[in-house]
């Protein structure tokens, strides 16, 4: 859907373990980034991508880190998850040309429990 | 970095009332700024947007303001309809250097309208 997928589209795991999502386009978009959702805090920026193997962080990007060894994928990891990880997990990719307006795939909810 | 605000957090306006949303940034750089509306349990979708060009921008019953003097944008949606009922957030692009960009979102403000 509008060339962007996310998985799983739901997770619960344990505290401490280790948790991958990931995001999958289609279309060749350069950036791509994720965000978590939160009750009160909007939508904030975890990390974003500007190419292949090439990241930087946002304003949570504690416990958090990101690869992205093709264009299509670009992957979020959570090292050893804590409760405080529970969120909606949104991708978005920004659309080529002049427009800055991002695309948001179709969110992943996690739980940890 | 960029810092977004949104106010107010919750809207409750009769069905064919206005609404008004305003939103506040710190980065004068700021260029673009987009609103999106947000469904329960869906994605943001982009609803409409501005360039730091023009004051003004119009989209059937949603209409963009801009005062880049002031530093603040603001969403109207006139002739509410139930089906307007949802989140919305604004945002301000940010670039952090090395050609990359950022959109830094505002908290949200829950929008109900009553029937």
């Not at chain 1, 292949?52 to 880190?65: I, L, M, R």
């Not at chain 2, 960009?101 to 309208?113: C, E, H, P, R």
Request: net charge neutral; hydrophobic share 25%.
């Amino acid at each position: 859907d509008a060339g962007i997928t996310q998985s799983p589209r739901h997770k619960v795991t344990e505290t401490g373990t280790p948790v991958t999502l990931r995001c999958h386009q289609t279309e060749n978009h350069r950036y791509m980034y994720w965000y978590r959702q939160d009750p009160g805090h909007g939508l904030r920026l975890i990390h974003y991508s500007y190419g292949v193997k090439d990241t930087d962080k946002g304003e949570v990007s504690d416990g958090y880190s990101v690869s992205r060894s093709k264009t299509e994928d670009f992957l979020l990891t959570l090292e050893s998850a804590t409760s405080s990880q529970t969120s909606v997990y949104f991708c978005a990719i920004k659309r080529q040309g002049t427009n800055y307006g991002y695309t948001f795939g179709s969110g992943t909810r996690l739980t940890v429990v | 970095g960029e810092n977004v605000e949104q106010h107010p957090s919750t809207l409750s306006v009769q069905e064919g009332d206005s609404a008004v949303i305003k939103c506040t940034y710190s980065d004068s750089a700021s260029n673009y700024f987009p609103w999106y509306k947000q469904e329960l349990g869906k994605r943001p979708q982009l609803i409409i947007d501005i360039r730091s060009n023009v004051g003004e921008k119009k989209d059937q019953r949603i209409a963009v303001t801009l005062n880049k003097t002031a530093k603040h944008f603001s969403l109207h949606i006139t002739e509410t309809q139930p089906e307007d009922s949802a989140v919305y957030f604004c945002a301000a692009i940010f670039h952090s250097g090395a050609g990359s960009y950022q959109l830094t979102f505002g908290k949200g403000t829950k929008l109900s309208v009553i029937p």
